[in-house]
């Protein structure tokens, strides 16, 4: 069973100018460290050969490149699709 509630206490509000209020505090600049990175050429060589489109890779493989004529025959054998 509940009891009846008989009587309520309100809480009384905080006086805002007698709480105790921190010092504010200097905010000095934090220096953070510079770090340099440096891509090595075959790095750059990669990611050259992942961003060139199909039209690039078509022509650098009719100006010999073997590494595009690989490409282009990896992709030809992915998308051949045998008839049944």
Do not use: C, W
């Not at 510079?34 to 493989?61: G, R, Y």
């Not at 010999?64 to 030809?76: I, S």
């Amino acid at each position: 069973m509940s009891a009846p509630i008989t009587s309520v206490t309100q809480a009384q509000p905080v006086d805002q100018n007698t709480a105790p209020h921190p010092k504010p505090t200097e905010s000095k600049p934090v220096q953070t460290p510079a770090d340099t990175v440096q891509v090595s050429s075959a790095a750059k060589a990669i990611l050259q050969e992942v961003q060139e489109n199909h039209a690039q890779t078509v022509q650098e493989a009719a100006s010999g490149d073997n590494q595009a004529k690989r490409l282009l025959a990896r992709e030809a054998a992915a998308a051949y699709v045998p008839k049944q």
